[in-house]
């Protein structure tokens, strides 16, 4: 059985860097083919896509927040990190990671298995 | 403003068979496959379709995807009223270089 389990601060001040952290069980990420990318939802919005990281240790980052993040992958815990640097209260958000099983480019895939997400307020 | 276009609410009755459009671009739905994801009230979302028209494991085939052209459509059939919750679709942009969601669907089962 695959499962995710979102974990990080439930509050955050302005200006301050988030790290959250996936930790998943049930797959590998050094499989091929496997990714884990991260999501955030805001209060009443629909989800926004934040980045993804592959069994290879590609990484790819929404343009629009590519400068403020990182992601990594620890495959010996099953964990994926994501930190977001400069943290402002447009980011207070609920933030899900969720996996991808592809067998080919991401970019093609839906993620089909998500975690419980863990909500994040700026203040 | 999302760069897929979903109607912001859709109703329907019990038994009754509703459609959730998915309105993109070329740059997006055009180029690229459709997902679609349900999301009930106060959970994570759920991948419902991938692919255009494959439904994940375990979804009911009430549930059922297409796509054509830069547009694509989530029919339910036989509504329930454990299918009240809000859906999303979502594709790859190649112009913004990223996955993309719409801004997703209320469906209220009457």
């Known amino acids: 059985q695959v499962t995710l389990r979102e974990s990080g601060p439930a509050l955050v001040k302005p200006t301050q860097t988030l790290t959250v952290t996936c930790t998943f069980s049930g797959f590998s990420l050094t499989t091929t083919g496997m990714c884990v990318s991260w999501i955030r939802q805001a209060p009443g919005k629909a989800p926004e896509w934040l980045a993804l990281?592959?069994?290879?240790?590609?990484?790819f980052y929404s343009a629009s927040l590519q400068t403020r993040l990182t992601i990594s992958k620890d495959t010996s815990k099953n964990q994926v990190v994501l930190t977001m640097t400069n943290m402002d209260a447009a980011d207070t958000a609920t933030y899900y990671c969720?996996?991808?099983?592809?067998?080919?480019?991401?970019?093609?895939?839906?993620?089909?298995?998500w975690g419980q997400g863990t909500p994040v307020t700026v203040s | 403003q999302s760069v897929l276009t979903q109607p912001p609410s859709v109703s329907g009755t019990p038994g009754q068979w509703v459609t959730l459009s998915c309105t993109g671009s070329?740059?997006?739905?055009?180029?690229?496959?459709v997902h679609w994801y349900q999301q009930l009230p106060g959970t994570a979302p759920r991948l419902l379709i991938q692919h255009n028209d494959n439904r994940a494991s375990g979804v009911p085939d009430r549930f059922s995807g297409s796509k054509s052209g830069t547009s694509a459509s989530l029919a339910i059939t036989g509504l329930r009223p454990e299918d009240e919750a809000d859906y999303y679709c979502?594709?790859?942009?190649?112009?913004?270089?990223?996955?993309?969601f719409g801004g997703g669907t209320t469906l209220t089962v009457l």
């Open positions: 990281i592959d069994w290879d240790d590609d990484k």
């Open positions: 070329d740059s997006n739905i055009g180029y690229y496959e």
């Open positions: 969720a996996r991808l099983a592809t067998a080919g480019a991401y970019y093609y895939y839906g993620m089909d298995v």
């Open positions: 979502q594709s790859y942009d190649k112009v913004l270089r990223g996955v993309v």
